[in-house]
Every structure is written in structure tokens, then in C-alpha cells.
């Protein structure tokens, strides 16, 4: 009985995820030209992971919804749709190549937080970590040079939160420390030579 009650909610809850996307369509198009703020979002979509739509809305179907890194003037909790003309991205796809490049490139490793696909998810009990590619600025084209491993709690959190340094990353930093100055300096050495390469 309890195992069904939580299958029937898991896929109900499933459902109202799907309709939540449309119906964030639905409001905006409704309000092309007005600023609207989260609370609306969040009271029409009823998930709390509405910006997630958001973020489909814009990239998957290319509205023109802007936020407060678009128009400085709009506030924090203020969404714009600026007109009901899709611009989709261009060249968002990133191909099967470029994704074994990027990966052969920077590791099976989060870019943001560090952990990797056999740590324990922190954010999704009893799932392991999973890798995605994604753009470092979101807005900047897909060559090699714009694409960054992410785990998936990064990816979806970083443009609204900062996430802490995974607890293999302080250890790491704990342990160089603990290193003789020569070693630390070969470390420092080496990173420089990846985060401000000589041209
Ligand atoms: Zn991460």
C-alpha cells in the first residue's frame, strides 16, 4: 500500500513537471511586455524548480525571456518576455565528438564542485553524480573553448546559487598544504600553466 501510494505520487508529481512547463508558456506569452516576478512563476507552475523551465523555455524553444543578468534594471525575483519572436540559439548542440574532446580534455570531473560519476549525489539520495557538458557562458557559442564538465547539481544551480567545494576538493587543498613548499610550488607551477597560459 505504501509502496503504491508513493509510485501513484511520483507519477502524478511526474505529470504536474510536464504541465509546468506549459503552463510557464502559457502565463508568459500572456504577459509579453510586462515584467512578472518569480512569485506569479512559482504560483502558476506550482514547483518550486520553475526556473528549470524557465531556462528550457529559453534555450530549448528560444523565448526571449530576460532576466536580471540580461537587463540590469530588472530585479532579482523579475522575468521579462520581451516579445513572442522565438530566437533560438545557434549551434547550442554539442556533438558526439566535441563531447569525447571536452571530456578527454578536462576528465569525468565537475568543473564547478569536483566530484565525479562514482561519488554519492548529495542532492539526490541514493544516486550516483552524473556528468554533463555545458556551456560556460551560457550565452557564448559551442566551440571547445566555451564547454566545461558540470555535474548535473551544478549545472542546474549555477547561475542562481554558488556550490560549495565538494569535500574531496578541500581535502586535495588540505593535502597540497601539508606538501614541502618545492612540491606545492611544481603544483602551482602546473596550474598556472592551465589558468593563465603564457601566449
Ligand atoms: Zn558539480
Request: proline residues 7%.
Amino acid at each position: 500500500m505504501i509502496l503504491l501510494s508513493s509510485i501513484w505520487k511520483k507519477s502524478v508529481l511526474k505529470r504536474s513537471n510536464i504541465g509546468a512547463r506549459d503552463k510557464i508558456r502559457e502565463f508568459l506569452e500572456g504577459k509579453v511586455g510586462k515584467i512578472v516576478t518569480t512569485e506569479q512563476i512559482a504560483r502558476i507552475a506550482k514547483i518550486r524548480d520553475f526556473q528549470r523551465r524557465i531556462r528550457e523555455l529559453r534555450n530549448d524553444e528560444g523565448m526571449q525571456i530576460l532576466s536580471r543578468r540580461d537587463r540590469p534594471d530588472l530585479k532579482p525575483n523579475e522575468y521579462l518576455l520581451v516579445s513572442l519572436k522565438r530566437e533560438p540559439r545557434l549551434a547550442l548542440r554539442i556533438d558526439k565528438a566535441q563531447r569525447t574532446r571536452i571530456i578527454e580534455r578536462d576528465g569525468l570531473i565537475c568543473s564547478m564542485c569536483g566530484v565525479t560519476p562514482s561519488d554519492p549525489d548529495p542532492y539526490h539520495p541514493g544516486r550516483k553524480i552524473t556528468l554533463h557538458i555545458d556551456h560556460d557562458d551560457r550565452r557564448g557559442p559551442t566551440i571547445d573553448e566555451n564547454l566545461r564538465v558540470f555535474c548535473r547539481n551544478c549545472k542546474e544551480g549555477r547561475s542562481n546559487l554558488v556550490v560549495p567545494p565538494a569535500p574531496n576538493t578541500l581535502s586535495v587543498i588540505r593535502t597540497i598544504r601539508r606538501l614541502p613548499r618545492s612540491d606545492q610550488r611544481l603544483i602551482f607551477l602546473e596550474l598556472k600553466k592551465k589558468f593563465e597560459p603564457t601566449t
